[in-house]
């Protein structure tokens, strides 16, 4: 568009006055208006370069914004994928037993993805040294919607990756002995070299890593052999790695029994047992320990007077335990599960609603669905106790608070008979046993801790259906029970294996406790 008016001002017309092409409109009265529509016009050009000039500003404001936009997108998601989920508990909710939520649902409910509520998590620790850097280049197309319209952001992303380096390789040694002739016993004698083991084609390291595989990854003998095989280029066959294991639990014997004494003068210690086979036959497997103990026993029998050969006669600490009648008598106090009891409460619930309408007792579902509640709160109140987040000073008034409620659920008598059994028994006289770890400071109110140390077992049970010998059943209580020690005790478990096959029984017993015994 032009950018004067129209007509010029310089314009003069023929006709002044009367105009033959303007219907006798007046020529001065024509050109009057067409100046001032042609002020109006430029003034509204002005608006317009105006307007131009701040859509110009605001693009590229736009353009700014739109930039920054997208580096604080890639910002967040980089920091969504560091940051920990947290997964704390709401009020009133906790972890229970193995398998079950802390809210009390339903087992028959679909369970969420991911780590229990209540379950503190893991993050890995950045690296403290780095063997190589490598620098990859910005993506020019998204990998998520194909777009190449991606804008480089001045920040780098970090991302550290630990790996191995496997060398096929094995170390062969040659040692070459200084020999002495003994007059007494008329025979040439030889001393072992370091980290030799006399007699032995396989060195320690090797016989470690296998034990290793074997209680605490819990793979076969066949598998361990295969994988010392084709990393290692080590050729062991299974039997060679069944006599490794009974050679670490022959040397391993004196620590397993100084275990079982330490067992029976620790304050608090969980009990728990499950069903084995050994040649076929049914036996059980015990657990005793703690958090920094672990003690198992294979035995054919399931019986009062294996639990006293455990626990000794004299045990005079808390025994965490569920209601299994071999325990009783046993210790100066006991705690009972409550997480026990509460999946219990759920199974009840859920037998009760299968039944038909006729059938149903209607004060059964509110009884369990209180018990629920109750015992979720008890596990979360003992979570607290333990962290500090509650102080002890308030576990007395919690435990009268808490035993009212009790006894107020427990009031009416249930027609539905599994609801009254576990109704009696709350109500009776074991009631107290339900809050020993309201009275007692360190005791928790779960056996979790027994069933999390048995899991291992349960699972070689049900891969290798068990044990063939007396001297398998002997093997399988000593070495878990070292391996697991171990480990609760800071210290990794093929390298303590790697000195109970080396050493004297003194270095090996400071090797498991970590010097600290």
Known sequence: MPRHPYPPPDFECLYRHSCPYLDGMSTQWVLEEYRRAAEVYQEHLRIIDGFDGELKVRDERIRVLERENAELKAKLQALHQRQFKSNQKKDGETGGKEGQSASGSDEGEKKKRGVPVGHPGWVRPKPDHMDRIVHVPAPTICPHCQSDDLTPMEETKEHFQEDIVIRPHTLVTGYRHGQAFCARCNRSVVQAGEGELLNAPIGPVAKSVAIYLRYRIGISYRKTTELLRELFGLEVVPASALGFDRKAAAQG???YEDLREKIRTSDVVHGDETSWRNDGVGHSVWFAGNENLAFFHIDRHRSAEVAKSIFGEDFAGTLVRDRYAAYNGIGRDWQACIAHILTKAKEIRGEH???????????????????????????????????GDIPWKAAAKIEKRSVTELNTICKQTLRFKPAETLRSYLAGPQQKFLFTFLRHPGVPPTNNLAEQSLRHLVI???????????????????????????????????????????????TAQAALYNNSS
Do not use: M, Y
């Open 253 to 255: 014997q004196p620590l």
């Open 353 to 387: 609603a299968l039944l038909p309408p006729t059938e149903k007792d209607p004060a059964t579902g509110p009884f369990c669905d209180r018990v629920i509640d109750l015992c979720s709160r008890l596990c979360d109140v003992g979570q607290k106790l333990k962290s």
């Open 460 to 506: 070689f049970r049900k891969t290798s259906f068990g044990t063939r010998s007396e001297s398998g059943l002997k093997t399988h209580s000593i070495l878990p029970s070292l391996v697991q020690t171990a480990r609760r005790q800071g210290v990794h478990p093929r390298e303590f294996l790697q000195t109970l096959l080396t050493a004297d029984t003194a």
